[in-house]
């Protein structure tokens, strides 16, 4: 206590003697403080300024909006439909970030789009996991996007009956951490790759839009769990959202240069 209250005096006869100093013996120097202090804080608010200008968010013109230029983040892109979809986005002009862990896709895929695009600011691959929120947010807050084609996922209706929680996990929990980013980053429209998966077995063909939606596997519950959440938040924002259930894909590029083994 005692040492306490001593260092305690011992501050208050500093700051006295200071501000008396300034006040009495150094009058002249007051005028120079106050100019100082003026040109400290013009320079530190130049900064902020600075700062929060958008050609000082990064050098890359994937960061910045730029007027005629739509940035459209295909997650999923190293795959099979998530490639074709970046090419032809690229072949129409569109700037593309392609985000993908490769569990799955082909690097090989990507290397061809490069190469058949390689000016600076059409595509640029990113290597990240959807299931790490933190990388996901880092990625949304550095890159300026218009738009999200959401095509990431495990895919295979008999592995999600054996592992139903990695399903789960990776297209429902990845689905909700993506629209969470987009919803954080004012990025208002979202393409949804769905599956037939969730219309189950149907009473009634030919399966329309209107058929209900009964999925019978993990993978079709993951998907219809996925698009519940993207159209219960559509309804109460102002994010275009649009879902695609699509039956099995086949096929390749026309012209060969991308193909459909997912491996190779
Ligand atoms: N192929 C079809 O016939 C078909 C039919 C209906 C729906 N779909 C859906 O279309 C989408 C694409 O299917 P595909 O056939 O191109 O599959 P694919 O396996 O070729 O591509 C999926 C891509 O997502 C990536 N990926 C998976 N999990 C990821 C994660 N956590 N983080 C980052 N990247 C991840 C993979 O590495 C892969 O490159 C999937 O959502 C699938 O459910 C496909």
Request: aromatic share 10%.
């Amino acid at each position: 206590m005692l040492a306490w209250g001593r260092s305690n005096a011992h501050l208050r006869t500093s700051r006295t003697w200071w501000f008396s100093g300034m006040g009495n013996s150094d009058a002249r120097r007051k005028p120079f403080f106050i100019g100082k202090a003026i040109m400290v804080a013009s320079v530190v608010a130049l900064c902020i300024i600075f700062v929060k200008q958008p050609f000082f968010k990064g050098t890359s013109q994937f960061s910045h909006h730029e007027t005629g230029v739509v940035h459209v983040l295909v997650t999923g892109g190293a795959g099979y439909i998530g490639s074709h979809a970046s090419l032809r986005l690229l072949k129409d002009s569109y700037r593309v970030t392609i985000v993908d862990n490769l569990s799955r896709g082909n690097l090989g895929a990507v290397k061809v789009l490069q190469e058949l695009f390689p000016e600076p600011g059409r595509l640029q691959f990113i290597y990240a996991d959807l299931g790490d929120r933190k990388s996901v947010n880092k990625i949304f807050s550095e890159n300026a996007f218009d738009a999200v084609m959401h095509f990431a996922a495990v895919a295979y209706v008999g592995e999600s009956t054996l592992e139903p929680l990695r399903y789960y996990h990776n297209i429902t929990s990845n689905t909700l951490t993506v629209l969470e980013a987009m919803a954080a980053h004012g990025v208002k429209t979202l393409i949804y790759s769905s599956t037939c998966a969730t219309y189950g077995q149907p009473e009634k063909m030919p399966i329309t839009e209107a058929t209900p939606q009964a999925p019978i596997n993990p993978y079709g519950k993951a998907k219809k769990m996925s698009e519940d959440i993207i159209l219960d938040f559509s309804r109460r924002s102002d994010m275009a959202v649009m879902i695609l259930r699509y039956f099995n894909v086949i096929g390749s590029d026309p012209k060969g240069r991308l193909g459909e083994a997912p491996r190779t």
